[in-house]
Nanobody, 124 residues
Framework: QVRLVESGGGTVQAGGSLRLSCAASGITFSTYAMGWFRQAPGKQREFVAVVSRSPGGTYYADSVKGRFAISRDNAIKMVYLQMNTLKPEDTAVYYC?????????????????WGQGTQVTVSS
């Protein structure tokens, strides 16, 4: 059974930082690109960041470039999202996702498995 479990969400003031974690099980972790998406109330789920199967390749949405950093540890099947200089518009439920791709997928249809999400709230 495949499981992706996010943690690390919470409430933070604008300008603050949070680090999200995602623990994967039930998949051959190193064969999956790992991504983070987010969904705000009343909006579609949007791409945030992705890290390639072998750590080194990353891609970010323009809205988070320079503020967020994605990383992974294949040995312990974890993926992280370090979020700095948070803004109120970053408020959303953040989802971890796994996609069997050689590249850096950025659309929801490219991903096979999803976590349950973790809430991030940034107050002004």
């Amino acid at each position: 059974q495949v499981r992706l479990v996010e943690s690390g969400g919470g409430t933070v003031q604008a300008g603050g930082s949070l680090r999200l974690s995602c623990a994967a099980s039930g998949i051959t972790f190193s064969t999956y690109a790992m991504g983070w998406f987010r969904q705000a109330p009343g909006k579609q789920r949007e791409f945030v960041a992705v890290v390639s199967r072998s750590p080194g390749g990353t891609y970010y949405a323009d809205s988070v470039k320079g503020r967020f950093a994605i990383s992974r540890d294949n040995a312990i099947k974890m993926v992280y999202l370090q979020m700095n200089t948070l803004k109120p518009e970053d408020t959303a439920v953040y989802y971890c996702a796994a996609g069997m791709s050689m590249f850096l997928p950025s659309t929801t249809r490219d991903y096979d498995y999803w976590g349950q999400g973790t809430q991030v709230t940034v107050s002004s």
